[in-house]
Every structure is written in C-alpha cells, then in structure tokens.
C-alpha cells in the first residue's frame, strides 16, 4: 500500500473493504438460474474477505410479494448464505430515493416526461424504424426541452455519449447510452422508482465495492454507471456471470418452466449452481464444508479473470 506522507502525519492508503450483494427481485422462488448469481456474488466477497449483503428489490411492488421474499431468504439460508448485516427492502427506501432524484431535476440532469409508450412507438413507426417486438424502445429525446403542453408523467435520466467499463469476466465493454438506449427512466408514470435509481442509490448507500449478477445485467451497467456519474457516486467493480439456459436456450425464468429450489437437498443445488461457475466437484457432505471448498476453486477462477482482462 502506498503511504502517503503529510507534514503532520503518516497513514496508509487502503483499499476499502469488500462489499458485495445479492439483489433479488421478490417476484418468485429462487430456481437454479438465480442461485448462480447468489453463489458468486458470496464466493467472490468470501474469496476477497468481505462481506456479503441481501437486498430485496422489491420496488416493482404489484410483482413482488413478502412471501417470496421469505421464500428466498429460507433457500439462501439453507444453502448457508446469510447476509451479514441487514436485510434491506427497497420498498422501505422512498427517502432516500427522492432526494437523489431532486438533486437531478435541479441540476438539469433529469428531466419530466409526458410521453406514453404507444407516443414513442408512434415515433419510430413514422421514420420507418421498426423493433423487435421484445425489444426496448430508445427514448427519442421528445421531452429534452420541455413537454410541449403535455402532463409529465415519467422522470427520465438525461444521457450522452459512450459509456465505457470492464466486467471482471466477459472483459472490456461500451455501450453508446445516446444512441442505443436513450435519455431512461428513473422515476415511471405509475409512480415507482425505477430499478436503475434504486440499485445505484442502494449499492452507494451500503457501500457496494463489487456487483457480481448474473449476465442479463449486464447491459444495464453502462446506465448505472452514467448515474452514478450523474450523482458523484463512486462506481462499484462488476462481474456478471453465466446464465442457466431453458430447453429453448433463453436464459432459466419462472415463464420458461424453471422450478423452484429444491430444499431438501441444498448440497446438490449448490453443486449444480458451482457447475455452471465452472467450479469442480467436491465430495464434502456438509453445506459449510462445501462452501468453504467452493471459495478456494472460486479464487483460482477469479485468478484466471484477472489474467484475461489486465491491459
Ligand atoms: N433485482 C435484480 C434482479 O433480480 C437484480 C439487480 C442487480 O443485481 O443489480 O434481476
């Protein structure tokens, strides 16, 4: 570490501690694609000596349900990973949401937005562009200046530009906001935050050092990091792991069939999840055993990282 000398005294310059998260939407059970994500992001805060978090995103509140959310809590517990400290709700968390949306409004950062979903579409269709039919709509800036007499309805993130970073696996990444996703939404027409306010006020507000989520996410990180430029807040590293297909090679979902964890026997969910990291097998017959077996086999494959994505 490097130690910086000042006339008066003498300290030492330290990393901060490794903070890390799980983050799931309270919308169902936990299934085998999001133990994945749950697994690495504790392996990777254990291999690093940190502490490792459970945040319910539970904004999207007609989707989410307090019994899911117990449900998950149960099928982490039993897997053994437990949050270190406590558990945080997003549903609880408007105060701290609002603020950093009206520091954004008054600086001119964000911005009111009177368009509907069939106005943007409507947009598109008269130049002729057309979307695929899941696809996301790229904001086409309609209310950058004003609302043009229309009731504002959503609150949307100016963006521009380029946003580059480097996912600790899958290596360097740009995505140009201006021109693939557009000026996003923080706050919607119905009233909710949005999940991109939320998660960068959260990871910021609980000291977050490292997102580790799964590889859906990851196109979601150019726009959470020109947030957390937008609100000086320091960007976390990230990793984003791979996913778990369905027979129909979209990534595992409750519409795709996946099934719930099964509890009664947590070793063989936890070694199908290693799998899938692309961790050995290991014979230990208990969950604590086998979780401090996972965290040596995860250091040597973050150690493989780390070769790939250095310059
Ligand atoms: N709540 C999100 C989900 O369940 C994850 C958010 C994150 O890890 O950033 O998909």
Not at 230 to 244: D, K, M, N, R
């Amino acid at each position: 570490m490097p130690a910086v000398h000042t006339a008066a005294t003498t300290t030492i310059a330290t990393a901060p501690r490794y903070r890390g998260r799980f983050a799931p939407s309270p919308t169902g059970p936990l299934h085998a694609g999001s133990l994945v994500a749950a697994l690495a992001s504790w392996l990777d805060a254990r291999a690093h000596g940190g502490v490792w978090l459970l945040r319910i995103e539970d904004v999207d509140t007609p989707r989410c349900s307090p019994a899911a959310a117990r449900t998950i809590q149960q099928q982490l517990d039993a897997c053994g990973l437990r949050s270190d400290e406590v558990v945080v709700w997003q549903s609880t968390r408007s105060a701290a949401y609002d603020p950093a949306l009206q520091r954004l409004l008054a600086a001119g950062l964000a911005y009111p937005c009177g368009c509907t979903r069939s106005a943007i579409e409507a947009h598109w269709q008269a130049l002729g562009v057309v979307h695929q039919p899941d696809s996301e709509r790229i904001y086409p800036g309609t209310c950058r200046n004003g609302l043009h007499g229309q009731p504002a309805r959503a609150v949307r993130l100016r963006v521009d530009g380029p946003i580059d970073w480097t996912d600790r696996r899958l290596g360097p990444q740009r995505q140009d906001l201006g021109r693939e996703v557009g000026d996003f939404v923080l706050r919607r027409a119905d009233g909710l935050w949005a999940y991109q306010l939320a998660v960068v006020v959260d990871d910021a507000a609980q000291g977050i050092t490292q997102v580790v989520r799964g590889e859906d996410l990851a196109d979601n990180t150019a726009r959470q990091i020109a947030l957390q430029r937008a609100l000086q807040l320091p960007s976390p590293g990230y990793l984003h792991t791979p996913l778990v297909r369905a027979a129909d090679g979209r990534k595992l979902s409750k519409q795709n069939g996946a099934q719930a964890l099964d509890l009664r026997d947590p070793l063989a969910a936890l070694q199908a999840a290693a799998a899938v990291l692309g961790l050995p097998e290991l014979s230990s017959r208990t969950v604590p055993d086998w979780l401090a077996g996972a965290v040596a086999g995860w250091a040597g494959i973050i150690a493989g990282f780390a070769t790939r994505s250095d310059p």
